[in-house]
């Protein structure tokens, strides 16, 4: 089957990098935790679809010593093998993988003896058709504990884990996919990452940050499924409102009314009168308009609001007036003069192609 028009080239090599990963994991069966020797083997593969192809591939893998045909058949998660056949030396199956890799495949391997062997695989990936053809030869012994395909994938996955692990946990927070969730590579890693991320649910200033995050991507039409604080917070058992709600009862008790006027609206009725005029003066004019304007009548020095204030009251008084002296700006009419009306003749031109 050709793939569709619409599809394109880096999509196709994505899908044959999945059966490769597949091929790759061919020897990692049979004693998957057996210690001590395994049988070394160079594994080469071709790979052909339609529209693309990958050069032949020649790799070392080691797998469990004494390996009958059964045992090389890959294996990965969230992939099943069914309709598995023995006849001889030869064996046939189906598989059926899900999730990300999502894919349905049948394949055919053939013993050569104790030192070697051939096969095929043939797959279904986002409905493209793809053949994957492979021959392995034994090349000597290796130590299966260790260097077996799953377990050099493990050491692997454990190194990058334990690199981004290494990260603050502002900058380690969007990754909460990695380490939370059924398919999450960094699942054995979850206590290190819900260590470094949970403090950051009593960080106002970083929940205000998030807030206004959510806020640029929700104005943009963005995504941030996956990717927010919110995510990684909920991954270790605490749900945005419980957040929140913390975060709020934080907030009043040691008065950052900016917080309040962010995050919390059922706070901001109570707190209009216990606010500060000079330590939270956006928050008083911009959320208490009826407390903000009667303390500028009283406390700033000039009718119009637009001088700078000195006193008890300035830091107040000055935010006012600018914000004032903004609203003003933003309401005048652009001073632009207006279009002049085309003439007759240049109306005429127009028309005419001239």
């Known amino acids: 089957m050709s793939p569709t028009p619409s599809r394109k080239p880096s999509s196709r090599k994505h899908v044959a990098i999945v059966l490769v990963a597949l091929g790759a994991s061919l020897l990692a069966l049979g004693a998957s935790s057996q210690a001590g020797s395994g049988s070394r083997f160079r594994v ?15 790799h070392e893998v080691c797998g469990p010593k004494n390996g009958n045909a059964q045992s090389l058949v890959p294996k990965q998660d969230n992939c099943r093998v069914d309709n598995y056949r023995a006849s001889g030396n030869k064996v046939t199956f189906d598989m059926v993988c899900t999730g990300k890799d999502a894919m349905t495949g049948s394949g055919e391997l053939e013993m050569l003896g104790a030192d070697g062997y051939r096969g095929k695989m043939r797959a279904t990936v986002e409905g493209q058709q793809m053949l994957m053809s492979f021959e392995g030869k034994r090349i000597g012994d290796c130590n299966y504990a260790t ?14 884990c334990n690199e981004m692990l290494a990260q603050p946990g502002a900058a ?28 950051l649910a009593s960080d106002l200033q970083f929940l205000r940050s998030q807030k206004q995050f959510d806020d640029l991507a929700a104005k943009n039409g963005a995504n941030t499924q996956g990717q927010t604080a919110w995510d990684a917070f ?8 419980t957040v ?17 006027g962010d995050m919390c609206p059922t706070l901001i009725a109570g707190s209009c009168s216990k606010a500060d005029p000079n330590r939270a003066p956006d928050f008083l004019i911009t959320h208490c308009a009826a407390r903000a304007e009667g303390i500028a009548r009283q406390h700033c020095t000039t009718r119009s609001f637009t001088g ?12 006012y007036a600018a914000r004032r002296l903004n609203q003003r700006n933003e309401g005048q009419p652009s001073q632009q003069p207006p279009a002049k009306k085309p003439s007759l003749r240049d109306r005429l031109r127009g028309v005419i192609g001239g």
Request: glycine share 12%; hydrophobic share 40%; aromatic share 8%.
């Open 44 to 58: 080469t593969s071709k790979m052909e679809m339609a529209g693309f192809s990958m050069p032949g591939q020649t």
């Open 308 to 319: 700078h204030v000195e006193g008890p009251y300035g830091a107040f008084c000055n935010r």
């Open 147 to 160: 260097e077996s395909p799953k377990a050099k994938a493990d050491a692997m996955i454990g190194k990058s």
């Open 244 to 260: 929140i709600s913390k975060a709020c009862a934080k907030a009043d008790a040691g008065g950052d009314y900016d917080f309040i």
């Open 172 to 199: 380690l927070v969007g990754a909460g996919s990695m380490f939370v969730g059924p398919e999450a590579m960094c699942a054995a890693k979850k206590p290190a990452f819900c260590a470094k991320v949970t403090p």
């Open 234 to 241: 909920a991954g270790c058992g605490l749900p945005r409102a």
